[in-house]
């Protein structure tokens, strides 16, 4: 008789890492911030290009936490690659889980091509990125809106423990 070697039992995870979680909440801050202070950002633009001089602190630092912002979403796409996703609850239905699923990568490629496009417009002066940027916060917040929508919807109708999984605690 064969001895099988017995696998380890696989642990499946209810709750991100402490380092998704961390880069989950920068992002969060990085983003919210931008979006407030950037108000006047489009004058600044053509300042910049026209002049190659910035006088806006607040321009400055959209720039800055912009940069920011791409550099932890990357860190944060690779992590996510590394350490995968905890399992999730059973879905109601099939349509959800795709939904889901779909909504999170969508997120991630808005939450990355946003800051992208932005920095292409600031430095290297191509005014149609500026454009892009634009339209792509207005996508980045509707995707927000639906993924924050629905973790409420976890958490509040279904009952389901889901929210937890990138509670900051």
Do not use: C
């Amino acid at each position: 008789m064969m001895n099988t070697p017995v696998k380890p039992a696989v642990k499946i995870s209810r709750s991100y890492s402490g380092l998704q979680k961390l880069l989950h909440w920068a992002v969060v801050l990085t983003f919210a911030f931008n979006y407030v202070v950037s108000d006047g950002m489009g004058r600044a633009l053509r300042t910049f290009l026209q002049t190659g001089a910035n006088d806006s602190l607040t321009a400055e630092l959209h720039v800055i936490v912009g940069v920011a912002t791409l550099v932890l979403m990357l860190l944060r796409l690779v992590v996510r690659l590394i350490q995968g996703a905890p399992a999730l609850p059973p879905a109601p239905h099939p349509l959800m889980e795709k939904a889901a699923h779909g909504v999170h990568w969508l997120l991630y490629a808005a939450m990355i091509a946003t800051p992208a496009a932005g920095g292409a417009a600031w430095f290297l002066g191509l005014h149609e990125a500026g454009d892009i940027h634009e339209v792509l916060v207005n996508l980045t917040l509707f995707l927000i809106i639906a993924h924050v929508a629905a973790a409420l919807f976890h958490h509040f109708i279904l009952k389901d423990q889901l929210l937890k999984r990138m509670a900051p605690h």
